[in-house]
């Protein structure tokens, strides 16, 4: 038994070799699956939530094969690209610029979607000054809160007219002011909202004088609008200089490899110095993400 081994402990050893590459491999493809299934679940839930959040009637499957469709083609045209604009072809490096052309360019739907989003958000707030006002006028008037409320609906201004219109439709289903008025604030996401309900709920359970405070907010909402404005201004010139900075290694890449290409083939032709560019995007990607962070300022 012991010759036995000894005359084919070759073949003993590229089998054991062999079995633990397969059952290596298994462990990995499964890992993947499970990793990539629940990376998909996570963004076809989000996803939902901001198409709603945007009133899209697109399934959220299409934006992930969107997603996935703008990142092959980023990834085929990034690729082309640098072969294309270079001396030499270099496939280590067109693989390289290719990779991170798809890892930048798969969020791409997401971020417009949320783009969407905050757009949509800013003007419903610029628009909740007038409508806090128009609410005043009525209830002076003589007309009660939902009469009022179904006159903001009835004004066709996207998007604050469409989300009165479902407060009012709620309200005529029968569902009580108060869980109608919290449901528009969960789905409308505005903290300039959501102090209008709580003067709203308080105003009409204790009796107050809801005229009054309506126009107090409606002045705390032009004033915030104001200083918000304000803000913007002034971190303009930080918010472009965290666009230059996190943008001048990517144009350094490209000039250099148009002008000195031998000396970029160094870290190209090398798994040192593909390490080393994988490092540089991510840190160049963090420190825009720190600037940007320090540029935003909540009121």
């Known amino acids: 038994m012991i010759n036995f081994i000894t005359d084919h402990i070759f073949i003993l050893a590229a089998a054991s070799s062999g079995l633990c590459v397969m059952f290596a491999t298994f462990v990995i493809v499964e890992f993947l699956s499970y990793t990539s299934s629940r990376y998909k679940e996570n963004f076809l839930q989000q996803t939902a939530m ?5 009133l899209l009637q697109m399934p959220p499957g299409r934006i992930f094969d969107l997603s996935l469709a703008i990142s092959a083609v980023a990834f085929f045209l990034a690729g082309g690209l640098s072969n ?6 270099n496939w280590l490096r067109a693989g390289f610029i290719s990779v991170v052309a798809a890892i930048l360019a798969f969020p791409v739907p997401r971020l ?14 610029e628009q909740l000054e007038d409508a806090l006002l128009s609410i005043s006028s009525s209830l002076k008037a003589g007309f009660s809160i939902n009469q009022a409320i179904e006159n903001i609906a009835s004004e066709h201004r996207h998007p604050i007219s469409f989300e ?34 709580v003067a709203i709920i308080t105003a009409r359970q204790t009796g107050g004088e809801l005229t009054t405070v309506l126009e107090e907010l409606a002045s705390v909402i032009r004033e915030r609008i104001r200083i918000l404005q304000r803000i913007r201004t002034l971190t303009a010139q930080g918010r472009m200089q965290a666009w230059l900075i996190a943008s001048v290694p990517f144009v ?6 148009r002008i000195v290409p031998d000396l970029m083939d160094a870290f190209f032709s090398s798994m040192t110095g593909i390490i080393l560019l994988l490092a540089v995007s991510v840190m160049d990607v963090v420190g825009f993400l720190i600037i940007r962070k320090i540029t935003t300022i909540e009121v």
Do not use: C
């Open 50 to 54: 901001e198409i709603d959040d945007v």
């Open 252 to 257: 350094l890449l490209f000039l250099m490899n």
């Open 84 to 89: 294309y604009l270079s001396s030499d072809t």
């Open 112 to 125: 417009w979607l949320r783009h969407m989003k905050k757009q949509r958000l800013v003007k419903f707030n």
């Open 164 to 197: 009165f219109t479902l407060l009012v439709q709620e309200l005529r289903l029968g569902v009580p002011f108060e869980t109608a008025i919290q449901k528009m604030v969960d789905r409308v996401e505005s903290q300039d909202f959501e102090l209008v309900a």
